[in-house]
C-alpha cells in the first residue's frame, strides 16, 4: 500500500496551491477531491452549448504575486487582466463611472461633487497606503499570544516593529477603519451618495451584514488589497474564466509531483494516539500519510470529519461558535445580446468592468433588513460582470454570459416558509427584475439562466452555509482569533493535522495566502525547510 507524507483534503484554489508547495519541497502528497473536478468554488462550466461561466467565484481579487511567482502560474496557463473600473447606473437615469484613469474618474465626479472629486484620489492613498499595513500581514503567520516559546516572542516583537513603522497617524486611522461601519467611514470623505453607495458594496461581500454594521469598514479595505502586475486596488479576470485559475494551480501541483485525485470524497480524519494519521473515503478505502492538511472550512473538518473525543472542550466549543453565515447568491446568464442600460446606452467600455446595482445606502440597508429576518432581498445589491467582452471565446460570436453576485441570500431562511428549493426561481426572478430597471432589455435576451442559492453553493462547493469566506471576516475572526483564540497556527489539537483553507488566517476570497501558510506549518512541523 502507498503511503504518502502529505494529504490535503479538497482540491479548492488553497488546498492546490498548499499541495504545490509541498510537492515542491519534495514531499510526497496526495489531494483528494469529493467532486469530479478540482477548484472547489473555482471553476467554469457551460451552461448551454458554448456559453461558459464562472459558476460561483468570478473575479481574480486578491491572488498573492508571491504566490503567482512562486508557482509560475502563467507557465501552467494563467492569463490575468484588471478589470477597468466600475460603472454604476442610478435609477433617476445618471450614471456613476470610476476608471483607472484617474482623469476619467474625476470628471464623472465632478458631475456630482466637486469636493469628493477632489477627496477621491485622497482617499485612494490613504486606503492605499492602510492596505499595505494590512498586506504584509497577509503571509505572516500569527504569533501565539500567552506564549513563551522563541519563536512565538520574536514572532509579537516582528508584529509591534511592523505596526511601529506605519506611524501614529495611520495607526490610529487603521484602528478606527477596523471598528467603524463601512458606511460611517465613508462619511468622513465624501458627501455624494450614489458614490458613497457603490463603496459600501465593498464593505459587505460575502458578510451577513450591512452598510451600518461596525467591522464592514475592515471588509473594504480587505477588498483594496488586490494586485495584479504591481498595480494596487485591481480586481482581475482569468481568461477562459475561474476555471482557468484551478486549472493552472492544479497543473503547477502536478509539475511538482502532486497527485490529485477526483471523485474521492472523504468522510473521516483517522487517528492514532492522537496524531492524524490518514483519511477514510465515503468509498470505504483508507489512505495514509504522515500528515493531513484540511482546505475545508472548520465546521466541516472539526464537526463532520473528527471525532468529538479527540478535541478538547474548548477548542471545540469555539469551533461551534465560528461563524459561518451565507449570505449571497448567484445567477449566471447565456445572453443573445449585450444588455442595454438607459444610464449610457449601447456598448461601450462601461461594460467591460464591474457593473454595481447600489443606487443608494438606504437600499442596501433595507436589503440587509430582509436578510435579517430569513427572506432574499426584494430589491438586492447586484455586482455583475459581462466576461464575454473579456474573453471572447466564452460565448459564441455576437452572444455573451453574465455573471450576477446577489448580495443578500441568507441561509437560513424564516421558519415556515418554503426552502431554498421552492424559492429559487423565485429569487431568479428578482435578481433579473431588479437588474431589469436598469437595463430592460435584459429579460428579452436571456437564452439560459443558472440560478445558485446558498444551499446549492454549500452542496456542489462543501462550502457550510454558502459561505464564501468560509468564516465572517469580523474583528472578532481574524488574525489571532481565526478559528478560534490559541489556535490561529494552523496546526490543530490533533498532532498532524493541519489548517490551509480560508478558515484560516488571512480568510477569504481568492487570495491563496491558506494554502501557502498551512503549507508552510506542514513543512515546519516534519523539519523541512520552507519559506515561512
Not at 430592460?440 to 439560459?448: A, F, H, K, R, V
Not at 475572526?477 to 488566517?505: D, K, N, V
Amino acid at each position: 500500500m502507498k503511503r504518502y507524507d502529505d494529504l490535503v483534503i479538497g482540491a479548492g484554489h488553497n488546498g492546490l496551491i498548499a499541495a504545490a508547495y509541498l510537492a515542491r519541497a519534495g514531499r510526497r502528497v496526495l489531494v483528494l477531491e469529493k467532486n469530479e473536478r478540482v477548484g472547489g468554488a473555482t471553476f467554469s462550466e457551460e451552461i448551454l452549448p458554448g456559453f461558459t461561466v464562472s459558476v460561483f467565484s468570478y473575479v481574480v481579487s486578491l491572488l498573492r504575486p508571491q504566490i503567482i511567482a512562486d508557482l509560475d502560474l502563467a507557465r501552467h496557463g494563467l492569463q490575468l487582466q484588471p478589470l477597468d473600473g466600475t460603472f454604476t447606473p442610478l435609477p433617476d437615469g445618471r450614471a456613476l463611472t470610476r476608471w483607472h484613469d484617474p482623469a476619467r474618474t474625476r470628471e464623472c465626479l465632478l458631475r456630482f461633487s466637486r469636493r469628493d472629486a477632489d477627496n477621491y484620489p485622497r482617499f485612494g492613498l490613504r486606503m492605499h497606503q492602510l492596505s499595505r499595513a494590512v498586506r504584509d500581514l497577509l503571509l505572516l503567520r500569527p504569533p501565539k499570544l500567552g506564549s513563551a516559546r522563541l519563536r512565538e516572542v520574536r514572532g509579537l516583537l516582528d508584529l509591534a516593529r511592523h505596526f511601529g513603522s506605519i506611524g501614529d497617524e495611520r495607526a490610529w486611522e487603521l484602528a478606527r477603519l477596523m471598528t467603524a461601519s463601512a458606511s460611517d467611514y465613508l462619511d468622513r470623505w465624501f458627501e455624494c451618495e450614489p458614490l458613497k453607495a457603490t463603496m459600501c458594496a465593498s464593505g459587505i461581500i460575502g458578510t451577513f451584514l450591512g452598510v451600518s454594521s461596525p467591522g464592514t469598514a475592515y471588509v473594504l479595505l480587505h477588498h483594496y488589497m488586490g494586485e495584479i502586475d504591481g498595480a494596487s486596488r485591481s480586481w482581475g479576470f482569468a481568461r477562459g474564466g475561474m476555471g482557468a485559475v484551478a486549472d493552472s494551480l492544479a497543473s503547477a501541483a502536478r509539475s511538482f509531483g502532486a497527485e490529485i485525485r477526483t471523485g474521492a470524497g472523504v468522510s473521516r480524519i483517522l487517528t492514532r494516539s492522537g496524531r492524524a494519521a490518514g483519511v477514510a473515503l465515503e468509498d470505504g478505502e483508507e489512505v495514509f500519510a504522515d500528515q493531513v492538511g484540511s482546505s475545508l472550512d472548520p465546521h466541516r473538518t472539526f464537526l463532520r470529519l473528527v471525532d468529538a473525543d479527540e478535541l478538547p472542550g474548548d477548542f471545540l466549543d469555539g469551533i461551534r461558535r465560528y461563524r459561518l453565515r451565507g449570505s449571497s447568491g448567484k445567477v449566471n446568464l447565456a445572453l443573445d445580446a449585450l444588455p442595454d442600460f438607459e444610464a449610457l446606452p449601447g456598448p461601450g467600455p462601461h461594460l467591460k468592468g464591474a457593473i454595481s446595482i447600489s443606487p443608494d445606502r438606504a437600499t442596501m440597508e433595507r436589503a440587509y433588513d430582509d436578510a435579517k429576518y430569513g427572506r432574499f432581498s426584494r430589491e438586492p445589491y447586484l455586482d455583475v460582470l459581462i466576461p464575454s467582452l473579456l474573453d471572447p471565446g466564452m460565448a459564441p460570436p455576437g452572444k455573451h454570459v453574465m455573471s450576477i453576485f446577489v448580495q443578500y441570500a441568507p441561509y437560513a431562511l424564516r421558519e415556515g416558509d418554503p426552502d431554498w428549493d421552492a424559492q429559487r426561481d423565485d429569487f431568479g426572478d428578482t435578481v433579473i427584475r431588479t437588474l431589469a430597471r436598469y437595463a430592460p432589455n435584459l429579460p428579452d435576451i436571456i437564452l439560459e439562466r443558472q440560478v445558485l442559492t446558498p444551499l446549492d453553493i454549500e452542496r456542489r462547493t462543501g462550502l457550510t452555509e454558502g459561505n464564501i469566506f468560509q468564516g465572517e471576516l469580523g474583528l472578532e475572526q481574524l488574525f489571532f482569533l481565526r478559528p478560534t483564540p490559541g489556535w490561529a497556527q494552523f496546526a490543530t489539537p490533533i498532532r498532524g493535522l493541519f489548517l490551509c483553507g480560508s478558515g484560516a488566517h488571512p480568510g477569504g476570497g481568492v487570495m491563496g495566502a491558506p494554502g501557502k501558510l498551512g503549507a508552510d506549518a506542514m513543512l515546519r512541523a516534519a523539519g523541512v525547510p520552507g519559506d515561512g
